[in-house]
């Protein structure tokens, strides 16, 4: 069992930057690739980054060249490093942790574990 507790969301302007956290517990972090997703109201839950163990990283289109996927595997966290945000970034963001450390999957369905979820909103 792995649980997943995001921070870092708010309310930033256009242009602005946030970096969420997502501290994990339980079982060994280095075990699990990590993605981070969101939803904005009324859509789908959507890729936006994930990380293998190794450190192997992969972006959804949308975010490649402004957002930055890492991970501490010693502070068994990881983060999502988000510039230059849009309104249309605005969305809860969710990370999640896939158990085939290796893997740098865009499914959602991949992802055993899940946070909460954290607000980000980005006002025009």
């Known amino acids: 069992q792995v649980q997943l507790v995001e921070s870092g969301g708010g309310l930033v302007q256009a242009g602005g930057s946030l970096r969420l956290s997502c501290a994990a517990s339980?079982?060994?972090?280095?075990?699990?690739?990590m993605g981070w997703f969101r939803q904005a109201p009324w859509k789908e839950r959507e890729f936006v980054a994930t990380i293998t163990w190794s450190g192997n990283t992969y972006y959804a289109d949308s975010v490649k060249g402004r957002f930055t996927i890492s991970r501490d595997n010693a502070k068994k966290t990881v983060y999502l490093q988000m510039h230059s945000l849009k309104p249309e970034d605005t969305a809860v963001y969710y990370c999640?942790?896939?158990?085939?450390?290796?893997?740098?999957?865009?499914?959602?369905?991949?992802?055993?574990?899940w946070g909460q979820g954290t607000q980000v909103t980005v006002s025009s």
């Open positions: 339980g079982r060994t972090f280095s075990n699990y690739a």
């Open positions: 999640a942790a896939d158990s085939i450390a290796y893997r740098a999957t865009i499914s959602p369905d991949d992802y055993k574990y």
